[in-house]
């Protein structure tokens, strides 16, 4: 099993900023990808950003120039960030961290953190 733990939401006026962090603990072999996605009140989850084994990551076009997907898996942190610039209020909404893990057993399994409350004040 594989647990994530986010933080870094919080309440932030417009043209600010906010890094959110996604730890994942477990018996985690290595990661196919890990991202983030959001969801505003009364719409879909959107994928926002990922990043891949490799280290080469992708952006939805509405955030492309403001957010940054990093990821530290060096000493077993497994941890994926995402930096926001210049937050807009239509930045506000739950961000969710996905990841695809490969466990030591071989098999690979995606598995959602609890999410993290986003609000840009205008």
Same mark, same amino acid.
């Given at each position: 099993q594989v647990q994530l733990v986010e933080s870094g939401g919080g309440l932030v006026q417009a043209g600010g900023s906010l890094r959110l962090s996604c730890a994942a603990s477990g018996?985690?072999?290595s990661f196919n990808f890990?991202?983030?996605y959001r969801q505003a009140p009364g719409k879909q989850r959107e994928l926002v950003a990922t990043i891949n084994s490799g280290g080469s990551s992708d952006y939805a *076009?509405?955030?492309k120039g403001r957010f940054t997907i990093?990821?530290?898996n060096d000493n077993a942190k497994?941890?994926?960030y995402l930096k926001i610039n210049s937050l807009k209020?239509?930045?506000t909404a739950v961000y969710y961290c996905n990841v695809e893990a490969r466990l030591r *057993?071989?098999?690979s399994y995606r598995y959602w953190g609890q999410g993290t409350q986003v609000t840009v004040s205008s």
């Open positions: 018996s985690i072999f890990m991202g983030w *076009d509405s955030v990093s990821r530290d497994n941890t994926v209020p239509e930045d *057993d071989g098999r």
